[in-house]
């Protein structure tokens, strides 16, 4: 069935430089969302991604879909020590639910 | 609204025994899921409904887990003969429905089987 693919699992920054996460699937997919969960928190929405090739900017996120709707990723430029949490990718599932990657944990050594 | 609220926050429990957890969606939205996560894991889909309609269950959950959400508004987790193996953080999160809505999840309600 479809799947998702989230690399890294882990990355550790020193605070200042940039971070990208990226999320693959073998199919292609009709959406996808980013959610952010800090440690000890509860998952956060970013942001949804719909159309083939469609970026979006949040101040310091970027959020990349691909042409083929099969990858996307969120880069985030000079990380800040706020910046520290699990970064999900989620795509729909084909019943209405979203189905969730493992995450990439962020740590940001300042 | 003050968003999703969840209640226990944390419930500890022996094996065996059943336990219940409730769910408070943002009052405008007509979709309510239940979501399970285990530490280092993302979050795994258990339910979710649609006003007061269950419209999906995973395939993965045990028969001794079931929900309600009996007038659209509420919702209920119930666990029954606990095991070690449910020691989880349980999640719900509501959304309007539709294409890509937006996910606003609880705080969590962190069960622990001893």
């Known amino acids: 069935g479809q799947q998702v693919m989230q690399i890294p699992q882990y990355q550790h920054v020193q605070e200042g430089e940039d971070f990208t996460t990226y999320c693959n699937s073998s199919?292609?997919?009709?959406?996808i969302q980013w959610y952010k969960q800090r440690p000890g928190g509860h998952p956060v929405f970013l942001i949804q991604?719909?159309?083939?090739?469609e970026v979006k900017k949040q101040k310091r996120l970027t959020f990349q879909f691909g042409e083929a709707k099969k990858n996307s990723s969120l880069h985030i430029t000079a990380t800040q020590t706020t910046d520290v949490g699990t970064y999900f990718c989620?795509?729909?599932?084909?019943?209405?639910?979203?189905?969730f990657g493992k995450g990439t944990k962020l740590s940001v050594k300042p | 609204d003050t968003g999703v609220s969840q209640d226990p926050r944390h419930k500890i429990t022996k094996r065996g025994q059943n336990v219940t957890f409730r769910c408070d969606p943002i009052?405008?939205?007509?979709?309510l899921y239940w979501y399970r996560q285990t530490l280092g894991q993302g979050p795994e889909f258990l339910t979710y409904?649609?006003?007061?309609?269950?419209?999906?269950k995973s395939r993965l959950l045990s028969d001794r887990f079931s929900a309600e959400r009996p007038k659209g508004s509420f919702s209920t987790l119930e666990i029954q003969r606990t095991e070690q193996g449910d020691s989880a953080m349980y999640l719900c999160?509501?959304?309007?429905?539709?294409?890509?809505?937006?996910?606003?999840f609880g705080s969590g309600t962190r069960l622990t089987v001893v």
């Open positions: 999160a509501s959304s309007l429905a539709g294409v890509g809505a937006g996910y606003t």
């Open positions: 199919t292609t997919l009709s959406n």
């Open positions: 991604l719909v159309k083939s090739g």
């Open positions: 989620g795509y729909g599932g084909s019943q209405g639910n979203l189905i």
């Open positions: 009052s405008e939205h007509n979709r």
């Open positions: 409904f649609q006003n007061e309609a269950q419209l999906e």
